[in-house]
């Protein structure tokens, strides 16, 4: 529990102070998978970002399940 808080601030103070993230903006979001990358998705999805995410092909399906939509170039 105390990784998840420590990802959750780390994600709040890289997208809303530093990026100043708005509604409506696309963020890309590298390494998806990982419990900051999560962490990342569900902040930037309560904030009204558009999401784009990697992240590994075995990692696909838990990225998928947390509403992000699987897309190919």
């Keep these: 529990m105390q990784q998840y808080t420590f990802n959750i601030s780390q ?17 890309l979001i590298t390494a ?12 930037a999805k309560k904030m009204g970002a558009t999401i784009i995410a990697t992240t590994r092909t075995s990692k696909k399906r838990d990225v998928k399940n947390i509403g992000v939509a699987e897309s190919r170039g």
């Design 11 to 27: 994600g709040y103070f890289a997208l809303a102070e530093l990026g100043r993230l708005q509604p409506y903006q696309t963020l």
């Design 32 to 43: 998806a998978s990982s419990s900051t990358g999560m962490a990342a998705i569900a902040m």
